[in-house]
């Protein structure tokens, strides 16, 4: 590790045995075991967060190259921002803050204030992206749009998943009432997603809907491959 970094990690160490004995010698036998476990948590720390900051990147892409131009919707709070973005012309970084903001409040309470915070950074995160990040538009083919725009926003949902975070805040709705209902989160996602393509057809058209149950089940199928991993997806 880099020994500057190192040397911060040491004085760190040494601070807080200090704090907790603060009468007694700190001998570098004591520093070098808190020094490693600052070590561990620090290269987690950089791991999560450059997952989410992938995972944003990413979600940004399918969102601005994929869907935004295309006016199609998905499930979930993105769904609900982009069909909000629709109807009202205002823009979708800001309608992504907005909707997801009820489930943050939520995940605080449900969860803990670590993993609403870090959300809370992570949707923050893509509001800017989308906001200031100009992607190209990829392609006018609506099969290309479903499919592609679905895969590279899972794969932005599922990154930030494994960041320690979420970038869609129905998962933490589904979570709740869940545990409130007797329903499974699949359950919940279903009908919450169902609610929302409905709206979609009444509102844009039902070609569009159907379009965003595509998009729907390639995004649900990629966050699955990237939480769960290679292995359980296929199978083995």
């Given at each position: 590790m880099n020994s500057f970094i190192s040397k911060l990690l040491f004085t760190i160490a040494r601070k807080k045995l200090e704090g907790k004995n603060a009468t007694t010698?700190?001998?570098?036998?004591?520093?070098?075991?808190?020094?490693?476990?600052?070590?561990?948590?620090l290269t987690h720390a950089i791991k999560e967060y450059l997952f989410i900051s992938v995972g944003v990147f990413s979600?940004?892409?399918g969102l601005k190259g994929f869907l935004l131009p295309n006016r199609f919707i998905d499930g979930g709070a993105t769904g609900i921002s982009l069909l909000l973005e629709n109807i009202t012309h205002i823009d979708l970084s800001y309608m992504l803050l907005i909707v997801n903001l009820p489930f943050l409040i939520l995940a605080s309470k449900i969860f803990n204030v670590k993993?609403?915070?870090?959300?809370?950074a992570a949707i923050t995160f893509l509001a800017l992206v989308v906001?200031?990040?100009?992607?190209?538009?990829?392609?006018?083919?609506?099969?290309?749009?479903?499919?592609?725009?679905?895969?590279?926003?899972?794969?932005?949902?599922g990154m930030a998943m494994r960041g320690g975070s979420v970038i869609d805040g129905t998962e933490v709705l589904a979570?709740?009432?869940?545990?409130?209902?007797?329903?499974t989160i699949?359950?919940?996602?279903?009908?919450?997603n169902i609610i929302i393509f409905s709206f979609g057809a009444y509102i844009l058209t039902i070609e569009i809907a159907l379009y965003?149950?595509?998009?729907?089940?390639?995004?649900?199928?990629?966050?699955?491959?990237?939480?769960?991993?290679?292995?359980?997806?296929?199978?083995?």
């Amino acid at each position: 590790m880099n020994s500057f970094i190192s040397k911060l990690l040491f004085t760190i160490a040494r601070k807080k045995l200090e704090g907790k004995n603060a009468t007694t010698p700190i001998s570098k036998k004591q520093i070098v075991p808190l020094v490693r476990t600052l070590q561990v948590e620090l290269t987690h720390a950089i791991k999560e967060y450059l997952f989410i900051s992938v995972g944003v990147f990413s979600a940004g892409f399918g969102l601005k190259g994929f869907l935004l131009p295309n006016r199609f919707i998905d499930g979930g709070a993105t769904g609900i921002s982009l069909l909000l973005e629709n109807i009202t012309h205002i823009d979708l970084s800001y309608m992504l803050l907005i909707v997801n903001l009820p489930f943050l409040i939520l995940a605080s309470k449900i969860f803990n204030v670590k993993f609403a915070l870090r959300s809370v950074a992570a949707i923050t995160f893509l509001a800017l992206v989308v906001h200031y990040v100009d992607y190209p538009t990829i392609t006018d083919d609506k099969l290309l749009i479903a499919v592609f725009g679905g895969f590279f926003l899972g794969l932005g949902i599922g990154m930030a998943m494994r960041g320690g975070s979420v970038i869609d805040g129905t998962e933490v709705l589904a979570i709740w009432l869940s545990r409130k209902l007797s329903l499974t989160i699949g359950d919940v996602l279903l009908i919450t997603n169902i609610i929302i393509f409905s709206f979609g057809a009444y509102i844009l058209t039902i070609e569009i809907a159907l379009y965003a149950i595509l998009t729907y089940l390639a995004a649900a199928k990629t966050v699955d491959f990237v939480v769960d991993g290679v292995e359980e997806y296929v199978g083995v």
